[in-house]
């Protein structure tokens, strides 16, 4: 195993909030697996609740495209990576960041599926553009990610925060939301709740939807927690069951308080949204992809 170097401390304290030496027992406890390493501070309860660092580790531009309502809307979002935030600002590679977000909407918004769509414009894929443009800019770029997202009957709205130019920003959302209803309410609607997940992080828009690798990690944690109540292990087992309810609550959309309000759940917002739609309402899902989110800055020390 690599030592623990001082970068890696830093991480671990940045997104646990534990004391330096604890962050390095942690890390040396945990052979450097950064993810055991919050675990274990976790269930030593120096740490708060594990959630991704919001530091950005790379750069470039997120940049969305939707298109239409009512009958076959859909909404895609993409990631393109630069290495400096000075090509981020450039108006050539903003343009052509946008040009790929558009180039998705033809395709079923995998990464895979957008790589080889067609450039808008040219005889070339968008791999063989984005290629070009790395001589032409003289920086590595690459596309990252995709997403897509489509309803047969409602709107797809979108969002993006830290906007840097129109469609194009650091965190890009989209929002499906399913019904027969006023297509303008329904926007609206739509476009408070990208709001509303680029601030809360949801991981899921339903309990059912959660990853059940992330549950029993999560619940792990939990009972590690409880026991050292001393309390037997059935009154364990239901404050393991309570905890997790607030797990969901802080992690599920549906479950979340809604940040417009401050105190009406997600779930009871689209259900009173009904009357002024005119029609009922179901949320189809959502994307969120925040630029750099979990690829790690390189390690200075190195």
């Not at 993006?160 to 329904?186: F, M, W």
Request: hydrophobic share 45%.
């Amino acid at each position: 195993m690599a030592g623990v170097t001082a970068a890696m401390v830093k991480d671990l304290r940045e997104r646990t909030g534990a004391g330096m030496m604890d962050c390095k027992v942690a890390l040396a406890e945990t052979g450097g697996d950064m993810e055991a390493a919050v675990d274990w501070l976790r269930k030593k309860g120096l740490a708060k609740a594990a959630k991704k660092s919001g530091r950005t580790a790379s750069e470039g531009l997120v940049a969305v495209a939707v298109e239409a309502a009512g009958a076959g809307a859909k909404g895609v979002v993409v990631e393109v990576n630069s290495e400096t935030d000075f090509v981020a600002r450039n108006e050539v590679f903003q343009k052509m960041v946008s040009e790929v977000a558009r180039a998705a909407l033809a395709t079923d918004g995998t990464v895979e599926a957008v790589r080889a769509a067609s450039y808008p414009g040219g005889a070339k894929t968008v791999e063989e553009h984005i290629a070009e443009m790395v001589g032409q800019i003289g920086e590595n770029m690459t596309l990252r990610r995709a997403a897509g997202l489509a309803v047969e009957e409602g709107v797809i709205a979108s969002y993006i925060h830290g906007q840097a130019n129109e469609g194009l920003g650091r965190i890009g959302v989209l929002v499906g939301l399913k019904s027969s209803g006023d297509e303008d309410k329904l926007a609206a609607l739509g476009r408070q709740l990208a709001m509303h997940v680029a601030a809360a992080r949801p991981l899921a828009a339903r309990v059912e939807e959660l990853d059940p690798a992330v549950v029993e990690r999560e619940r792990a944690v939990l009972a590690e927690q409880a026991r050292g109540s001393g309390k037997p292990e059935e009154i364990i087992a239901k404050m393991v069951e309570g905890r997790l309810r607030k797990f969901y609550e802080e992690s599920v959309l549906l479950e979340q308080i809604f940040v417009v309000d401050g105190e009406t759940r997600v779930a009871k917002v689209i259900e009173n949204a009904v009357k002024d739609v005119g029609a009922p309402v179901e949320l189809a899902g959502f994307v969120r992809l925040e630029l750099g989110e979990g690829v790690e800055k390189a390690d200075e020390e190195e």
